[in-house]
């Protein structure tokens, strides 16, 4: 799962056309991390849980302001983005948090 996932990262970071901008994945248990570097800053975007389905990981946004993941909070840009892939959740992070 995690050399699956690390494609498809590395798919959308080259379909993206910008090399100042681009996803970084962490493992820790179920948990997937989407980070993303803009212009050399490395930033938490949002974190997904594995349900041992690729296409129906659990999503939770990055919150600056409670510097946590919120799994029920879906009133943010970008959530229409959200379908349970690892693609869906790092174009919703593009459109929560532009660069």
């Known amino acids: 799962m995690k050399a699956q996932v690390n494609e498809i990262v590395a ?5 993206s056309n910008d090399p100042t901008c681009y996803y970084v994945a962490r493992f820790r248990g179920p948990y997937l991390y989407l980070d993303r570097s803009d212009f050399g800053q ?5 974190r997904l849980k594995y349900t ?5 990981w659990e999503f939770a ?7 946590r993941y919120g799994p029920d909070e ?5 959530s229409e983005y959200v379908d349970g892939t690892v693609e869906g959740a790092m174009m919703a992070g593009l459109h929560a948090y532009p660069v």
């Open 52 to 56: 041992g389905d690729m296409n129906n």
């Open 74 to 78: 879906w009133f943010f840009s970008g």
């Open 42 to 46: 490395v930033g938490p975007i949002c």
């Open 11 to 15: 798919r959308f970071n080259e379909s």
């Open 61 to 67: 946004i990055f919150k600056w302001s409670t510097e």
